[in-house]
Structure formats: C-alpha cells, structure tokens
C-alpha cells in the first residue's frame, strides 16, 4: 500500500504542490491545530522506533526519500487551549488496522497530510503516490471521528527540505520544511514540487479506492507490515 517515491519524479509533472508564504509561516498561531502528529505516535528515527515528542533539533529521522535525515525544528502546542468543547469537525480521526493498508490504528489529525500508494492512484492519476489530508477519511465506512484525549499535545518535525517520515502505526507522515501545513498557497508553488497533492474531492475519491482495495487483503496480511516500513 505504501511504498517508494521515485515515480513521482520519473519524468512526469506532479499534479500539484506544497508552497508557503514566509508571511503566513511566521505568524502567532492562535486556533486550534489541525495538522502535525499527535503525541505518542512513534516514529522511525536513527535510535529506533520513538514517540515524537521526544524528538529534538539536530537528532536524525528516517526519511521516506532520503534517509536519515536531521530535524532543524521542533514545534510542540497543545491541540486545543480553549475553555470551550472542542468542534467535531476539529476532532483527530481514527483510520482502524487495514483500511488504508495500515497495520495498527492511526490517529490523524484532519489536515495533516500523508502519502498513500495503490494500484487505484495509478489507475485514476498516473502514477501510484499520492498525499492525501486525512479528512478525506471522513467518507470511508470504517473511519471515524473521535473525541481528543485530554492534554495530548501536536508536534511538527521539520527539514531542511520537505520530507515523510515513518509512523509505526503504518502511516507515512507529510512533514514540510516550514512551520506550518496550513501555509500552503497555491501562489507559492515551487515550479518542481518533490511531492504531488489531490484535491480534497480526488483525495476521497481515492480514499474509498484504497479502502476497497484493502478490503480484499486478509486482515493477518494487513498486520506483517507495509511496503518500505522498518521493521
């Protein structure tokens, strides 16, 4: 389900891309955070497998493209801070094990980004890898919101170039070089972007491709691991 990048760049032109505005980036972030990686969730790092939020400035991650790789900042912030209840629409989403070929749970923030191969991407765009936000999630029968843990806090690896990261959950995780995911601007698009994006309408159209793909993989098949991950 999951595996190596170098279609991507094998002479096609990616459909789109990730920019960012240095104005957006630098701003005071006052709202709710909608995209990074949720405490606890491990990661694939030169020391082994390791919660995110253990993770420092000048450690190495491994990467999906250029392996290890040194993290030049880490974001922390609370997921929500408001003495209000938390809007659903902001609430993580729970993806169970197989759905997206994954071999344990995920827990996904909604607009955090992740890379996803199949047979369907292919088919549909031309060529298997993708990144998708998981609130295309929202449109899967086996997927679903859930309310957040109290406390849990999000974090933000970032690179000196834009990177995916490995989760041990099975999900390869969108990690930009700039402060913010929700920077994107279609404006700023790097005219050779590294990685190509769907439309959030492609993204759930894709997604319920996956899911029925998954579906006729035997759930023990699902568990002995995804394509490229470490053991």
Not at 15 to 40: C, Q, Y
């Amino acid at each position: 389900m999951f595996g190596r990048l170098s279609a991507l760049t094998g002479g096609q032109t990616p459909r789109a891309g990730f920019g960012w505005s240095s104005k957006m980036a630098e701003r005071e972030e006052t709202g709710p955070v909608l995209s990074g990686l949720i405490s606890g969730t491990r990661v694939a790092t030169a020391m082994g497998w390791r919660p995110v939020e253990t993770i420092l400035p000048g450690e190495k991650v491994l990467t999906f493209d250029a392996g290890l790789q040194t993290v030049t900042e880490v974001n922390r912030r609370p997921f929500w801070i408001s003495e209000e209840p938390c809007p659903r629409s902001f609430w993580p989403i729970e993806v169970p094990v197989g759905v997206l070929g994954n071999r344990d749970v995920m827990h996904l923030l909604p607009d955090q980004y992740i890379m996803v191969e199949s047979d369907a991407a292919e088919d549909l765009f031309g060529d298997p890898f993708s990144l998708i936000p998981a609130k295309a999630m929202d449109e899967l029968s086996n997927a679903f919101r859930v309310p957040p843990q109290e406390g849990f806090e999000v974090v933000r690896l970032h690179f000196a170039a834009d990177q995916v990261v490995f989760g041990k959950n099975g999900s390869l995780f969108f990690c930009p070089a700039r402060r913010n995911v929700l920077d994107f601007a279609g404006s700023d698009r790097p005219e050779d972007p590294m990685y190509a994006i769907l439309s959030i309408d492609e993204a759930r159209f894709l997604a319920a491709r996956i899911e029925e793909e998954a579906s006729a993989v035997p759930v023990a098949c699902r568990r002995q691991g995804v394509s490229g991950m470490p053991a």
